[in-house]
């Protein structure tokens, strides 16, 4: 679909953006799509479609059906291996260099951002490429090297230290935030004078209350999505499209802002 964004909202987001003196970020599985990596609103794909990752994202499933969440967490980490960056998550990293105070904020666990060269990041949902110990009996959280140990795709291997399950080192729903995440987050949220939110729907807590930490404190909203979300009405510029077309378009647009200034 091409980007229904008009030149004159992106020159108006490109103006906000190169004129931020903190910008914050949020990202949401949107800014991934470009990559190949579906979203939690599509219909998981193939042998996930049967699935809801909400029912299947809770520590409850994963004990309930340790085979079924072990095979589904491989599955996808297996898949976020197989991708690369996107055009969008390249001009995320690029206005780290444009711009004085840059900060993002992902609730994606893809890895994504950093490999494209994001430097400043705060993955609030975890990272579904790191591992630990179910029960973090070595402190929370107790990393675990899957590499180092002997594992297949039909049951979690055990912990080396306790024996209990590894698991995903992800924010499962009903589990909290890491606290210096979640602390950090809505600090930089309450004190940028920009946050950029792409690829989001604004559904889940806590992440989603970030746009209204950033607008509560005065700061402009730009919101970058095919289509309207929880956050559009919130947002002082709507750019409708896809994150991997719309973002290189801001950035060179900042480019140029900049090269006039
Ligand atoms: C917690 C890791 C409390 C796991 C994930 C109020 C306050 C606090 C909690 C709650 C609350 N209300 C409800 C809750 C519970 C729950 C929650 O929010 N439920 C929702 C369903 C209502 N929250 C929690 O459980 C959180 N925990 O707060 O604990 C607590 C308190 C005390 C003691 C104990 C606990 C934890 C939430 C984290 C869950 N983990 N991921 C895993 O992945 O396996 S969430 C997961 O789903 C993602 O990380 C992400 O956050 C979310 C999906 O959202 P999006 O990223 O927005 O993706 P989505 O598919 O929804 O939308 C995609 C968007 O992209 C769309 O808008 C689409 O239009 C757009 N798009 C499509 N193509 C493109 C595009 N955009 C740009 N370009 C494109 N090409």
Not at 71 to 80: D, T
Not at 185 to 212: D, E, F, I, K, R
Not at 214 to 227: F, K, L, S, W, Y
Request: aromatic share 6%; net charge negative; proline share 8%.
């Amino acid at each position: 679909m091409p980007p229904v964004t008009t030149d004159t909202d992106l020159k108006r987001a490109a103006d906000i953006i190169a004129g931020s003196r903190s910008l914050a970020i949020l990202t949401g599985a949107g800014v991934s799509r470009e990559s190949g990596v579906p979203t939690y609103r599509e219909a998981q794909t193939g042998v996930w479609a049967r699935y809801n990752p909400q029912d299947l994202a809770t520590a409850t499933a994963f004990l309930r059906d340790p085979a079924l969440g072990w095979s589904w967490y491989l599955y996808r980490r297996g898949l976020m291996r197989s991708v690369e960056p996107n055009p969008g998550h390249h001009a995320l990293a690029r206005l780290e260099q444009l711009l004085p105070n840059v900060v993002l904020l992902t609730q994606n666990v893809d890895g994504l951002h950093r490999r494209a060269g994001s430097q400043d990041v705060v993955e609030l949902h975890g990272s579904l490429l790191r591992t630990r110990c179910f029960d973090d009996c070595q402190g929370a959280p107790t990393p675990i090297d899957l590499e180092s140990l002997d594992y297949d795709d039909k049951m979690p291997p055990a912990c080396p230290h306790c024996g209990a399950y590894v698991r995903p080192d992800v924010v499962w729903f009903g589990e909290m935030l890491a606290p210096g995440d979640l602390t950090r987050a809505v600090s930089v949220s309450q004190a940028c004078n920009v946050m950029l939110v792409v690829g989001t729907s604004g559904v889940v807590q806590p992440a989603a209350s970030l746009p209204y930490h950033a607008r509560q404190a005065g700061a402009a909203v730009i919101d970058v999505n095919p289509t309207p979300s929880e956050i559009s009405p919130l947002a002082d510029v709507f750019l409708q499209g896809p994150s991997g077309e719309v973002l290189p378009r801001v950035v060179t647009a900042i480019s140029q802002l900049q090269a006039r200034s």
